[in-house]
């Protein structure tokens, strides 16, 4: 254990000095030689955090929530949890982690601040139609003045994942709104339209792919608009780049 913990110094000294990468494969190295060592994934979980990887950093605080129910740790814990699901733009399950940081500890102040800020942050709007019927707004969409779509960009990037099923379980993917969509996507690579936005577009792009008719409206978009995105995330994220490609068609 000797050898772990040596591990977790070098790691948080890494950390420290703001490299993400080199930190969470120490502390990787750390916790093959102590699994049952909640710091450690709650340590590696941050680091995830930092590099917009928020599925590992889900699964490490989930791994690390397994070993330690209590204390500050549990804290620590339960707060990154709900960063990380906010992340994923899973804002009930974000809200459940930070009340469990509640819970634990009541005064908390960032766990407050991150509830009063989901909230706050539902969704925007562009406008009255948009509230009282989605459907009819997103078929406008293409039709908007170029001095309108940015808006209508911001919308469709902002909408969570369950309004869409409920959008397109039924009926399937419009060619027209995907090909919106994919023109809101690259908008938002390039310009800081959204937070997080790869995480963003990729989250909505899985969701379209379990609808009716997404491949068919996939291969329908314009080509050229399709191999834009891909040459930007090859640019900007390439990390990403098999993970758009297996969308993207």
Known sequence: MHRAEHLKSEGNKAYKNHEYKRAAKIYRD????????PILYSN??????????YERAL???????????????AVKLYYRQGVALVGLLRRQDAEKSFQNVLQLDPQNK?????????SRNSPDKTDSEANSSPMRYLAALNHLDEDKKVKGYKYVLNIEETTYTELFQDTGVDVEFLEFYLHAARYALTKPLIEHPNNVILNHL???????????????CGTPL??????IVQNRAPQLLKQYSELIK
């Open 206 to 220: 899985r969701v379209f792919s379990g609808f009716k008719k997404f491949d068919l409206a996939m291969q329908t």
């Open 110 to 118: 960032e766990a407050k601040e991150q509830l009063s800020a989901l």
């Open 59 to 73: 699964k490490d605080t989930t791994s690390g929530l397994n070993l330690a129910q209590e204390g500050k740790i």
């Open 30 to 37: 750390a916790i093959q030689i102590d699994m049952r060592n």
């Open 44 to 53: 590696r979980a941050q680091c995830f955090l930092h590099l917009e990887d």
């Open 226 to 231: 399709k191999q834009d995105i891909l040459n």
